[in-house]
């Protein structure tokens, strides 16, 4: 069969998607807590006011979280699901948990979707722990040009993980197609 | 110089001339906000592994059974003709897609949506706000009961307007899976004059996109029914029994 097309969010997905707690999959400030932050900017190196980033990752184990209660976080059942639009500097974060491996030896990352106003449909990419090498290797990392990986790696700040998001010029992102998705793009 | 419908009915046409394409085209200038928001290298194919072979869980925790009711959020009925929107969604070898959550937002029946960054000036309804979600039953069907939205301005060009329409969020199975759409209505006059419509380069994936009208699903002196079929990509991971069974 065949997929249905997507669409742009849009300007107003304020009024649908965010929800109360959606980019604290912990509690900020927990002992394990870390941050998870960045800006999305667009061509220019502009930031993106009207963008919505969701993550999808691992428990600090590895372990892929089958939990409902992303939407109603209870405060303690880890989901692995988070979702945060962007302020007006373009600038986003999540509180999270940094993951765990799912198979040995290969480098931890968590999965991005990026939408936005002017975006015709979603991207994926990912967010790989820094030195990613140090874990395995990885059959993604290792077939990208040294000089566009740093864009799937994220960088270590104080309270935790930076990743910047640029949907495009120089330092555009790498963003992903997977099997089911080819065809879908030009 | 102030760009006309013309020009932008131009560019649509310039664009179909590059063959017919089943998703949007990313790098469609026609839709003015896209031109510095594309990426320009093509997506890096891989395959997915670990989480991307999941998806988040959604259960009754998460969603209440009223929330599928956009009418009865306030102390008033909204003003509009009431509709209700079911249909079920499928992943990409025709497997309903169960428990998986599925969110709504929409402009109220005038066309304005509750939201600081609408300046059009159609009225605001103190009794619609236009958001809803709802879970999929066990094969895949959701269910809304909401009000028609109006068709509305946007500043793409000149005497620009969007056709009536609903956006749509969906899940999978796997998160390769994840999509975000609008739902149109049938007949919409506006079709061929909408940049965003038409990014959407193959008529046939297109009209995938329009609901059909449903009097099986219209109501007895209550609500006008519309059927609108969803279908997400492919899995990379054979469902196992557990993705039919309904969460805690």
Redesign the interface.
Known sequence: ?????????????????PYAGDNELVPPGRADAIRLHGRVL???G?P?PDALI?I???DSE?K?????????R?GWTF???GRAATDPDGHYWFSTLE?G???PD?PP?I?V?V??????????TRAYLPDPEVAGED??LD??DSDRRGSLIATRDEQGLVFDIH??GPR??????????????? | MTTTQADISREIQAGQD?GP????????PA?R????????????????????L??????????AEAEADLTIQHAGEPLGSRMTLSGRV?D???RPVAHQ?V???Q?NASGR???L??QHPAPLDPNF???G?CLTDADGWYRFTTIQPGPYPWRNHLNAWRPAHI?F?LFGTD????????MYFPGDPLFPLDP??Q??TDP???E??IATYDHDLTSPEFSLGYRWD???????RTPLDTDTEE??
């Open positions: 069969m065949s997929a249905s097309p997507g669409q742009t969010v849009g300007p107003f997905f304020h009024i649908g998607l667009d061509g220019d502009v993106v969701e999808w990752q691992a590895g892929v979280c089958r939990a409902p209660g992303s939407i109603r209870d989901t692995g699901f993951p491996a799912t198979q290969r990352f999965a979707t939408f936005a106003r002017g975006l015709l449909d979603r991207l994926f059959p993604l077939t990208i949907l495009q555009e992102t790498v963003f992903l197609s997977f099997p089911k998705h080819r065809g879908v793009w030009a | 590059g394409e089943h998703q949007p085209r990313l790098d469609y839709y906000s896209s031109i510095l928001r594309h990426p320009t290298k093509a997506p890096h194919p891989v395959d997915p592994e670990g989480v991307e999941w998806a988040p869980c959604f259960g009754h925790t998460d969603v499928l990409g070898d025709g959550l969110e709504i937002w402009a949506y509750a939201h960054r609408d706000t236009g958001q979600r956006h969020s998160f390769t899976q994840r999509l975000v759409t609008q965003i419509f990014s959407v046939k994936a297109r995938a996109l969803i279908v997400l990509t492919g899995t990379h969460p805690a």
